[in-house]
Nanobody
Framework: QVQLVESGGGLVQAGDSLRLSCAASGRTFSRYAMGWFRQAPGKERQFVATITWRNSRTYYADSVKGRFTISRDNAKNTVYLQMNSLKPEDTAVYYC??????????????????WGQGTQVTVSS
């Protein structure tokens, strides 16, 4: 079992930055690929970024590429999402997720086994 707790959301202005954190329980965190997803009101949950457990390779949605950075600190059982140059269309509830589904990038929500409760990010224009 893995429990995930997100933090770091808030209300910011367009162009600002935020860093989300996701703290994970469990001794095998380093063996899980991690992902960030987001869901805006009335929309489906959308992939944002993922980081593999082996070599910490990363992959991003086109909409955030070059602005967001996912990283992980296995010693702290934590994954981060650094969000720069935020736009109003980035407004959503952001969720972190964990999967033990092996190698490769995981970009579909149904590939993830564990989810956090979400943290709200609101970007005003």
């Amino acid at each position: 079992q893995v429990q995930l707790v997100e933090s770091g959301g808030g209300l910011v202005q367009a162009g600002d930055s935020l860093r989300l954190s996701c703290a994970a329980s469990g001794r095998t965190f380093s063996r899980y690929a991690m992902g960030w997803f987001r869901q805006a009101p009335g929309k489906e949950r959308q992939f944002v970024a993922t980081i593999t457990w082996r070599n910490s390779r990363t992959y991003y949605a086109d909409s955030v590429k070059g602005r967001f950075t996912i990283s992980r600190d296995n010693a702290k059982n934590t994954v981060y999402l650094q969000m720069n140059s935020l736009k109003p269309e980035d407004t959503a509830v952001y969720y972190c997720a964990a999967t033990s589904a092996g190698l490769g990038y995981r970009i579909r929500s149904n590939e993830y086994d564990y989810w956090g409760q979400g943290t709200q990010v609101t970007v005003s224009s």
